[in-house]
């Protein structure tokens, strides 16, 4: 069945580091994928998504390009702030239904 | 227009007793998903509603759990002889698509969670 592998945290960075949080998937087809992420003490909040192959879904600084040669749909921001520690789940869907959410990768931002 | 909203926020009860969680999805939202998330974890599915239907209950971990949506819009999570196993934040979200093979769901929108402690 569909499936997504996330890169382990927790990674911790200072201010106006370049972060990637990696994320592979292996899915049916060419399904929409998302991340997500969860502030402290919040909900779970769409982040971004990419809807086919080669899109790249942006918000907030963050990116991340949907590469079916690669199954990848890594998460990147160029220069992190404090305001963006929470922990981030990369949620490729499994067969046509649910979502299917690992552990997530907890960032921590340093000032 | 407001989001997917559940209540109670907090819900405290002891062990073997029955309880409800509500929610109320975007409003024209036709699916509905049930999680739970235990400190540390991502969500896990529980259940899945399409209108009235449940499409997908392969994640309700037992026959103590069930869960409702009569009328395709508001949901009730029902946990019978509550267990300290169940303690854990209860998420529900909304999308607005029905989910096809191949296709995963449309964005999924989630409330804040019910936080369920069983003493």
């Known amino acids: 069945g569909d499936s997504v592998t996330q890169m382990e945290g927790p990674v911790t960075l200072s201010e106006e580091a370049f972060l990637t949080i990696n994320c592979t998937y292996t899915?049916?087809?060419?399904?929409?994928l998302f991340w997500y992420v969860q502030y402290p003490g919040e909900g779970l909040q769409l982040l971004l998504k990419?809807?086919?192959?080669?899109d790249k879904g942006s918000n907030k600084g963050f990116e991340a390009t949907y590469r079916k040669e690669t199954t990848s749909f890594h998460l990147e921001k160029g220069s992190v702030q404090v305001s963006d520690s929470a922990v981030y789940f990369c949620?490729?869907?499994?067969?046509?239904?649910?979502?299917?959410f690992g552990q997530g990768t907890r960032l921590t931002i340093n000032p | 227009g407001a989001g997917v909203s559940q209540t109670p926020s907090n819900k405290v009860t002891e062990k073997g007793k029955y309880v409800e969680l509500r929610c109320d999805p975007i409003?024209?939202?036709?699916?509905l998903y049930w999680y739970r998330q235990s400190l540390g974890q991502g969500p896990e599915f529980l259940i899945y509603?399409?209108?009235?239907?449940?499409?997908?209950d392969s994640g309700l971990p037992n026959d103590r759990f069930f869960a409702v949506r009569p009328e395709g819009s508001v949901s009730t999570l029902k946990i019978q002889r509550t267990e300290r196993g169940d303690s854990a934040v209860y998420l529900c979200?909304?999308?607005?698509?029905?989910?096809?093979?191949?296709?995963?769901?449309?964005?999924?929108?989630f409330g804040p969670g019910t936080r369920l402690t069983v003493l």
């Open positions: 979200a909304s999308s607005s698509k029905k989910p096809t093979m191949g296709q995963g769901p449309d964005t999924q929108y």
């Open positions: 899915a049916t087809g060419y399904p929409s």
């Open positions: 990419a809807t086919k192959a080669d």
């Open positions: 949620a490729p869907p499994p067969g046509a239904q649910k979502l299917v």
């Open positions: 409003s024209g939202h036709t699916a």
């Open positions: 509603f399409q209108g009235t239907g449940a499409a997908d």
